[in-house]
């Protein structure tokens, strides 16, 4: 039986569409962009470790730097704002303070905390660079789709971008050693439908043994 809850989530993953042609005057406030993206940290992530950083941008002089750095894409100018979704190659650091907080919370009791602490210190610094930037890609992954379809909920549109230089991106907004960029989402008001696409069918992406 399909309860109300997931017919919900179903239509949702059927309207959200990427979204290139935006209404450049619709403007999100602050405090919408802020809840969405509160909203969608309830992702997974490596040991809840919470890789994911963003910028967010929505000064128009700064949109137009970051068009030219994003191959000349419209819809970085268009939309209400950019959310940039960048990794913490350095995500270990955070561990005390969030295994306080789960503690605090009730979710584990100091024990398990300081097992789960030390266990954590001795695997990540020691894992290579390009293992800590994949998982923090793939977290990034979760909590970027996550957020689009919590977007969508709010009646926004978006699209995600991993066209854009990288290296001049994380030159232009001064990112620390730790953290790279990883996607930009645009986030806004459609100006036009969205095109459809296809998908492949189960019989070529799944095996079931």
């Known amino acids: 039986m399909t309860t109300t809850t997931e017919k919900n989530l179903y239509t949702i993953m059927e309207d959200r569409k990427s979204v290139r042609k935006y209404d450049p005057t619709f403007k999100m406030t602050q405090a919408q962009l802020e809840e969405i993206i509160k909203e969608a940290t309830s992702a997974p992530s490596s040991s809840n470790l919470q890789p994911w950083r963003f910028i967010v941008i929505q000064d128009e002089e700064t949109k137009k730097e970051l068009r030219a750095i994003g191959n000349n894409q419209e819809q970085i100018e268009t939309s209400s704002a950019v959310i940039a979704v960048l990794g913490d190659a350095e995500m270990y650091k955070n561990v005390e303070k969030i295994y306080t907080q789960n503690v605090e919370e009730g979710h584990m009791g100091e024990e398990q905390k300081n097992i789960t602490v030390n266990n954590t210190m001795r695997m990540y610094p020691a894992a290579p660079l390009e293992v800590r ?49 990883i996607v930009l989402i645009a986030i806004g008001k459609a100006a036009a439908p969205a095109f459809g696409s296809s998908r492949l069918p189960i019989e070529d992406i799944a095996r079931f043994i």
């Open 133 to 181: 930037q994949g998982i923090a890609s793939f977290d990034a992954g979760l909590i970027s789709m996550q957020l689009m379809l919590i977007a969508k909920e709010k009646g926004f549109d978006t699209v995600t971008m991993g066209g854009f230089d990288k290296a001049k991106f994380a030159e232009r907004f001064e990112l620390p050693e730790n953290e790279f960029p």
